[in-house]
């Protein structure tokens, strides 16, 4: 996984950061999410 090797992070790792992270941001999905994110400023 891109995402992974440029975050130094083991890929079995990935997607429970992701989950995480849209928990942490209250959205539904990954778009919601990255919606969010950049609402908030954190894109």
Known sequence: ?????????AE???PNYLSSA???????NRTEAFAKA???GYI
Not at 22 to 28: N, P, T
């Open 1 to 9: 996984m891109d995402i992974a090797r440029r975050l130094y992070l």
């Open 12 to 14: 079995v790792n990935v």
């Open 22 to 28: 849209i928990v942490k941001l209250g959205a539904r």
């Open 38 to 40: 950049q609402e908030m």
